[in-house]
């Protein structure tokens, strides 16, 4: 047996109180930056370029170091999606099918036939 002290025991509602916080400040941070990556990906930068512009522009990544890597740029355009540019639903609809049916009968096979 050894005299090593024991590990303090944490409740599990500490733990889940400790987990909710980390997650409200990941989603602050994800709203603050997301914009800015995906208007830098937009201008066709790859992740590791991303990486560097956040660096050069002195943005703090999520655990508040002043270094970026390309992975934590990808997980936060996963977690904050792009503004939506899409048309409500039944007109970015029609416009779909339209494009279908254009894209059908203006193919170099059904004018031949």
Known sequence: MTNRPKSPAFSATALGAATRAKRERQAKHDQAVGPRIHELRAQGLSWNRVA???????????????????IQVQRIAARAPAASTALPGRLNHLLTWLRGFARFFLTPTFRKG
């Open 52 to 70: 560097q512009a956040l660096e050069g522009e002195g943005v703090p990544s999520p655990q508040g170091h002043p270094n970026w890597r390309p």
